[in-house]
């Protein structure tokens, strides 16, 4: 039996009188590929928000790998293990590819820069960072500014500095956002090569339910701030309340 990484308990969030987040509970066991989706507006970046201790929770509790979270700032999750890609791309644009990653590495391994001291000096670093661009097929733009990256491979990188960090568990807040048809297609590959190859607890926020249903072992559906199901992927295709919560937007399971 598969224990679990992530447990949400009764968790709570609100803004200026706006219930953002609405007693949710659920848990993620350790290795699982698990997908959130709902209706815009249904509180799913602020679940990210909340586990990654960007926003404090109001009420409840956040354990991940045993230890209660809540309260701790994202710097503290991060080095639990925590990394997260976010919707729109966080990078420093002004660096290399390759140094984007390499300061993250840096970051994680707690050493120091002297800056009069180039990056290229960190040489077990600089081989770290070029084996996650590799995988992630920037290899070839190592040396490039972030700021000449297309859109999706700048997606790419902020999913590669969320890497670098070592995560155990990794939130992806719609990696496939903006991409053309053939970006998203490539993007659902990778999401699955990740999760296997730096065997992770991975969970993704995501409008298209072509990926949705091709990758994810499970599904969370948020809506209005709620938990309304969970489930294996058939399960939520046949789930009545999930079809109710999408009536009004274009036909969530067609193809399916």
């Known amino acids: 039996m598969m224990k679990n990484i992530l447990q949400l308990k009764n968790v709570r969030k609100s ?8 007693d949710v509970s659920f848990a993620v066991a350790e290795g699982e590929l698990s997908a959130i989706i709902g209706p815009n507006g249904a509180g799913k970046s602020t679940l990210f928000n909340l586990i990654t201790g960007y926003y404090e929770i109001d009420r409840g509790e956040i ?9 701790r700032g994202t710097e503290a999750i991060v080095r639990e293990g925590v990394g997260r890609s976010f919707q729109v791309s966080s990078i420093f644009q002004e660096e290399t590819v390759l140094d984007n990653v390499r300061l993250a590495r840096l970051a994680k391994e707690n050493k120091t820069r002297n800056f009069r001291s180039p990056l290229e000096k960190f040489e077990e670093t600089t081989e770290s960072a070029y084996r996650i661009l590799e995988s992630l097929g920037l290899g070839n733009q190592a040396e490039r500014y972030a700021y000449e990256l297309a859109h999706g491979d700048q997606k790419l ?7 670098a960090l070592e995560p ?8 496939t956002a903006g991409m053309s048809p053939e970006e998203r297609i490539q993007t659902t590959h990778l999401i699955e090569k990740l999760w296997k190859e730096y065997d992770l607890t991975l969970i ?7 990926l949705v249903f091709e990758i994810a072992q499970w599904i969370r559906v948020l ?7 969970e489930g294996k992927p058939d399960e939520i295709r046949e789930n009545a309340d999930v079809i109710g919560a999408y009536l009004g937007e274009d036909h969530l399971w067609e193809g399916y």
């Open 15 to 22: 803004f200026d009188g706006f219930l953002a987040i609405d």
């Open 223 to 229: 809506h209005q701030g709620s938990l309304l199901a």
């Open 157 to 163: 990188l902020d999913i590669g500095i969320a890497l």
């Open 204 to 210: 993704f926020i995501e409008h298209d339910m072509d």
């Open 168 to 175: 155990r568990l990794l939130l992806l807040d719609e990696p």
């Open 63 to 71: 354990t991940y790998a045993g230890i209660n979270i809540k309260g």
